[in-house]
C-alpha cells in the first residue's frame, strides 16, 4: 500500500462497547473498534449511502445503516465536500474496506471493495492541498478531480447483481470463500473426470477422463498403450477439413501432423519429413 497502514486510535475503545444512535455517522456495537467489520442487516437497500436532496454539511441519516464520516459541501469553493477517514485510511464512519454484511432478505453476505484503492489514494494525496494526514485520521476535500474521485468511490453504493453492476464494478460485492467470483457453485463431480461448467454457477462431469497417465475422452477405461483415446460406438473421429490450398498455408507443420483434404485427390493426408504424403 502507498501509506502505513495502523490500527484506528480512539478514546472511545477505552469506555468498552458503546451505544450509537441511529442517525449518527460513527460507530457500531457489533464492530472492530467502533468502525465496520462485520454486521448484519435486513434488507438489500440497507447498504446503500444516501445524501438526501438539498443537504449539507454532516450527512446523519438514519436510513444510513453503514454511512460514511462525511461532509456534504454547497458546491462553492469555500463549501467543499470532505471525506473523514480514520487514522487506518482504510474506514470511514461504520463502513470498512474488506467489511463483511450478512443481508437477510438476500440470505448473501456482501463485502466493502473498492476498486484501485490505493490508486486513488495515491493520486488524491498527490494532488494540492487535498488531502490532510494527522495520526488519528485523514480529510480528504473535493477541491481537486482525484479528491473528488476517492470521495466518489467511498459514497457508492453500487450493489453487485443490481442495476446491472457485477462483482468487477460494484462496491457491494457478493461475498463467497474460495470461489474467486460474485456467484455461488455447486455440484460436484466423479473422481478422475475432468469438471466443467453445466450451467453459469454449477459443476459437472465432462467426457474427458485423466488418470495422470492416459486420457480418454468418450469412456472411462482408457487403453494403457494410448496417451490420448477416443471411444465411441455411434460416433467417429474427425481431423481438420480443408482444401489443398488451406494445407499448404499451414506454417510449419509437424512432423506426423493429420489432415482430411477435400480438393485434388481429396484425402487424409499425412505430413513427413517430404512432405504431405496422402495416406487414403
Not at 240 to 264: F, K, N
Request: aromatic share 10%; charged share 15%; with cysteine.
Amino acid at each position: 500500500m502507498p501509506f502505513n497502514y495502523k490500527n484506528p486510535v480512539t478514546s472511545i475503545a477505552t469506555q468498552g462497547t458503546q451505544s450509537v444512535r441511529r442517525t449518527d455517522t460513527f460507530g457500531n456495537s457489533f464492530s472492530v473498534n467502533n468502525i465496520g467489520g462485520y454486521m448484519e442487516v435486513y434488507n438489500l437497500s440497507d447498504l446503500s449511502y444516501t445524501i438526501p436532496s438539498g443537504s449539507f454539511g454532516v450527512i446523519e441519516y438514519s436510513g444510513n445503516s453503514i454511512p460514511i464520516d462525511f461532509i456534504k459541501g454547497n458546491g462553492n469553493p469555500w463549501s467543499l465536500d470532505v471525506l473523514n477517514l480514520s487514522s487506518d485510511n482504510i474506514s470511514s464512519g461504520r463502513r470498512r474496506l474488506g467489511m463483511l454484511v450478512y443481508v437477510y432478505e438476500e440470505d448473501q453476505v456482501y463485502q466493502f471493495h473498492i476498486s484501485g484503492y490505493s490508486n486513488l489514494w495515491s493520486a488524491a494525496t498527490a494532488s494540492t492541498n487535498c488531502v490532510n494526514i494527522s495520526e488519528f485520521g485523514t480529510t480528504v476535500n473535493s477541491s481537486t478531480a482525484a479528491g473528488q474521485n476517492l470521495i466518489n468511490a467511498w459514497t457508492a453504493s453500487t450493489i453487485e447483481d443490481v442495476s446491472g453492476y457485477t462483482s468487477e464494478t460494484a462496491v457491494w460485492r457478493k461475498f463467497n470463500s474460495g470461489t474467486g467470483s460474485g456467484s455461488t457453485i455447486t455440484g460436484g463431480g466423479t473422481n478422475r473426470q475432468i469438471t466443467k461448467w453445466t450451467s453459469s454457477s454449477n459443476l459437472g462431469d465432462s467426457q474427458i477422463y485423466d488418470d495422470s497417465n492416459n486420457v480418454v475422452i468418450g469412456g472411462v477405461v482408457p487403453d494403457g498403450s494410448a496417451i490420448l483415446e477416443l471411444q465411441s460406438t455411434t460416433m467417429g473421429f474427425l481431423p481438420p477439413v480443408m482444401t489443398e490450398s488451406e494445407r499448404d498455408l499451414i506454417s510449419s507443420p509437424a512432423v506426423g501432423l493429420i489432415i482430411y483434404q477435400t480438393d485434388g485427390r481429396d484425402g487424409l493426408y499425412i505430413y513427413k519429413k517430404g512432405g504431405w504424403t496422402q495416406m487414403i
